[in-house]
């Protein structure tokens, strides 16, 4: 590398993570450089998720170190850490909505970061807030949606709102853990090629989480095969055979059902860290509800 090139964005080296004694990463390396577009792909279970949450210290390594924009993020506390949030925006695959709040107030909410204090309702938010929101959902094709409750749309539509609210915080580096997961085919491909037009617009590193291979070919420029915690494929997708990817799982699917009779198959460790997972989501959903519930009171 010469003495010009650019740091990486996200250089995480020899990571390791437990939970208990299940092993959900296991020396895992992984560097990403400005404007990649990188898809963690992998069974359920596989370490992805837990990865993701790595860089933007939601989780800690047991071992290693987890560089973002050149900070050990294990290190940073108060400040230092909400300053790294702000410009780690994360897309979330069950949207963490506020079903009760209008669609631009949720968006809205991606913004509380740059804020002294909670707000309460559309009108506490100061004017060019607004505007920005508005302009969020017309490039997510949702502005007329805007004053519709949260809940009454759609499961693609919702997720567009989450990432019109992600961009609120003008990040640097998007994640984006299994975002399609909940949805059908269709609004999958449309959810995956927004989140691609944005990143590309707006020159944005990207990491996203999937577990569908047909997606990730067409969509990453880079792809990254979890298997039980560890890195077993780092590759350029262009030119990738779905035959070839499908070596990440130690044998040959050539489909969506073929994929799921090896999900299941596979099981053991794959179960024990997706249970993992679900609990330390589900405490971040009632901490979430929680805030909600307090800045509406």
């Known amino acids: 590398m010469s003495s010009t090139a650019l740091p990486p964005v996200v250089a995480v080296r020899s990571v390791t993570k437990r939970f208990g004694t299940t ?10 450089q400005k404007g990649e577009v990188v898809v963690l792909l992998g069974l359920s279970g596989s370490g992805k998720s837990t990865l993701l949450r790595h860089l933007n210290g939601l989780e800690t390594a047991s071992s290693g170190s987890v ?11 108060g400040s ?17 909505l506020v079903p009760s709040l209008t669609v631009l107030e949720n968006v809205l909410t991606g913004a509380l970061g740059q804020l002294p204090r909670p707000r309460l309702g559309i009108r506490s938010y100061p004017k060019r ?17 805007a004053y519709d409750r949260a809940d009454q749309l759609s499961g693609g539509q919702q997720q567009r709102v989450a990432i019109a609210r992600a961009l609120m915080q003008d990040p640097v580096l998007l994640l984006a853990d299994e975002p399609v997961a909940s949805l059908d085919p269709e609004s999958s491909e449309e959810v995956m090629r927004l989140i691609r037009e944005i990143a590309a617009d707006g020159g944005l590193t990207v990491v996203c989480s999937l577990h569908q291979v047909d997606l990730a070919l067409g969509w990453g420029d880079r792809i990254v095969g979890l298997r039980h915690g560890e890195v077993v494929l ?6 990738l055979s779905k035959e070839q990817v499908m070596e990440i ?31 330390a989501a589900a405490v971040r959903g009632r901490r979430a509800t929680a805030r909600a519930g307090g800045d509406a009171s």
């Open 67 to 77: 560089l973002v924009f050149g900070e050990d993020v294990a290190t940073l506390r």
């Open 249 to 279: 799982y130690g044998k040959v699917a050539t489909s969506t059902e073929q994929l799921e009779a090896i999900q299941t198959e596979l099981g053991g460790v794959a179960a024990a860290v997706q249970a993992e997972e679900a609990g």
């Open 23 to 32: 092993v959900a990463l296991s020396d895992v390396d992984l560097t990403v």
């Open 80 to 96: 230092k850490l909400r300053s790294l949030r702000g410009v780690v925006a994360m897309i979330f695959q069950q949207f963490e």
């Open 234 to 239: 780092d590759t350029a997708a262009a030119g």
């Open 129 to 145: 807030l607004r505007r920005k929101a508005l302009h969020h959902l017309d490039r997510v094709g949702l502005l007329q949606k």
